[in-house]
């Protein structure tokens, strides 16, 4: 079943702007990561963040976590035309070493 | 340093055949994974191997199958093909941590697109 849950589903944006997506999740969690996927192909991680964590930055990217609310949300600032793909968030429930995948969120990044 | 590869890019097959997707993990893994992506969807967990043995498997059924080698290279097997089958299938691979197949960061194959007519 899917864990987490991405909110919004699609994204379009200019160039230059930055883009937020959520995620949310049902259970307990020893991690959360972000992977990206272009064009329906292979998926890229781009962060992950433990449960002890509330935020994390990676470049262009920053990353928060809400325990209390089992949520999540990416940030993209200052976004590009290659930033153009489908984003998903994935956790590592507690007790079960396998990663859940939500439904994605498509973000369109307009030159 | 190679990554994941995966063979074929594409298939076409009917229903009640068979197939086999194959996977290589990235150079130092030794832990493979299988994911399905249906069309607009994330990829659901199909099973994992480590050491030659189906560690952890997902909600599917015994149609999928699969097998890994002393290379590490792994294959995702398929019976009986149904209509519901055709999707992205992915694979995956990850290190160790602390001794134990890890699911943190990790790398996957461009996918084997598969479709049942």
């Known amino acids: 079943s899917q864990q987490g849950e991405e909110d919004p589903q699609a994204l379009s944006i200019q160039e230059g702007e930055n883009a937020t997506m959520n995620c949310s999740y049902k259970?307990?969690?020893?991690?959360l990561q972000w992977y990206r996927q272009n064009s329906g192909r292979g998926l890229v991680h781009l962060i992950l963040?433990?449960?002890?964590?509330r935020e994390k930055h990676s470049g262009r990217l920053r990353v928060t976590l809400d325990t209390s609310k089992k949520s999540s949300s990416l940030l993209i600032t200052a976004s590009r035309a290659a930033d153009t793909a489908s984003y998903f968030c994935a956790t590592v429930p507690y007790g079960n070493n396998r990663l859940a995948f939500g439904k994605g969120n498509q973000v369109v990044v307009i030159p | 340093d190679a990554g994941v590869t995966q063979s074929p890019t594409h298939l076409i097959k009917t229903r009640g055949q068979q197939v086999t997707l194959r996977c290589s993990p990235k150079?130092?893994?030794?832990?493979v994974s299988w994911y399905q992506q249906a069309l607009g969807q994330g990829p659901q967990f199909i099973f994992q191997y480590y050491e030659e043995e189906e560690r952890q498997r997902g909600n599917f059924p015994d149609r999928f199958s699969g097998h890994q080698f002393p290379n590490y290279s792994s294959e995702l097997n398929v019976n009986a093909l149904l209509l519901g089958d055709s999707a992205l299938y992915l694979c995956a691979s990850s290190g160790l941590l602390q001794q134990a197949p890890t699911n943190e960061k990790l790398f996957f194959g461009s996918g084997t697109q598969l479709s049942v007519l």
């Open positions: 963040i433990r449960s002890n964590e």
């Open positions: 150079s130092g893994h030794d832990t």
């Open positions: 259970t307990s969690i020893n991690n």
